[in-house]
């Protein structure tokens, strides 16, 4: 899963230089105003909106655009789409399985749109439970190394709740179950470490591995399915080895 980790932070840290930066950035109010709207709008008393929050300003999401998506959430201001949280399952190139979230305001927009990514690249939708009994739900940290150690952030979550720590290369990413993904970020508070985000996802529990080409087709399945802008996350189980993720790199 580190070589799937790994290769999903490189493209991440592309994608944000590039024409996907407002799509990124969509998604990210989107989950404000959610966030704000489910558990109210002070992030204080409202751990979700805080690191909703502290995901879009990691991400250059201006503070204006912020906090009117967390006024409209939380009722301070009119306005707001009837956000409704719906899953998809499938399988991908090389049959990989394929766990598509989307936050739309139009059902038969959002599974139009994944069906046509899914069908125009290789992949195949499957019935609910087919797919999602391969994942579990997981609370996922991410920080930059910012020259510590393995040791070092390991000493600071261990008592918090942390299960598993992966060397990402410029990041390390760890991995809690989701109740225990509010005490992990505040230990990393308390320690002084500055995190990137902090926020629940789902972990495959079976992998398939591919060779360079199969990673290069899922690859290009997920770029089309996160061009939808009612899918905000999309999870496989593909098994990327680091020889075929220095392959990859080569592209």
Not at 183 to 210: H, M, N, T
Not at 232 to 241: A, L
Request: net charge negative.
């Amino acid at each position: 899963m580190s070589g799937h980790s790994k290769w999903a932070t490189t493209k991440h840290k592309k994608a944000a230089i590039d024409a996907k930066r407002g799509k990124l950035f969509a998604k990210l109010i989107k989950n404000i105003e959610v966030a704000a709207r489910t558990g109210g709008g002070d992030p204080e008393g409202n751990p979700t909106l805080y690191d909703a929050i502290q995901k879009a300003k990691k991400n250059s999401v201006p503070n204006d655009n912020i906090e009117r998506a967390r006024k409209r959430g939380g009722g301070e201001e009119g306005g707001g789409a009837d956000w409704q949280t719906i899953t998809y399952e499938g399988y991908g190139p090389s049959g990989v399985a394929v766990l598509i979230e989307c936050l739309t305001d139009n059902r038969n927009r959002a599974a139009g749109e994944v069906r046509v990514a899914m069908t125009r690249n290789g992949g195949n939708m499957a019935d609910p439970g087919s797919v999602a009994y391969l994942f579990t739900r997981k609370g996922i940290v991410t920080l930059d190394k910012n020259g510590q150690s393995e040791d070092d952030v390991l000493l600071a979550v261990l008592d918090a709740g942390a299960e598993e720590i992966s060397d990402l290369g410029e990041q390390f990413e760890i991995l809690t179950e989701p109740t225990d993904l509010i005490p992990v970020r505040k230990a990393l508070q308390d320690a002084g470490i500055d995190y990137e985000s902090a926020e629940s996802g789902f972990r495959a529990s079976v992998e398939v591995p591919v060779d360079a080409d199969g990673a290069r087709k899922v690859s290009r399945l997920i770029d089309a399915l996160e061009d939808s802008d009612d899918v905000q996350n999309v999870y496989t189980n593909i098994d990327i080895s680091d020889e075929v993720l220095a392959e990859l790199d080569e592209d």
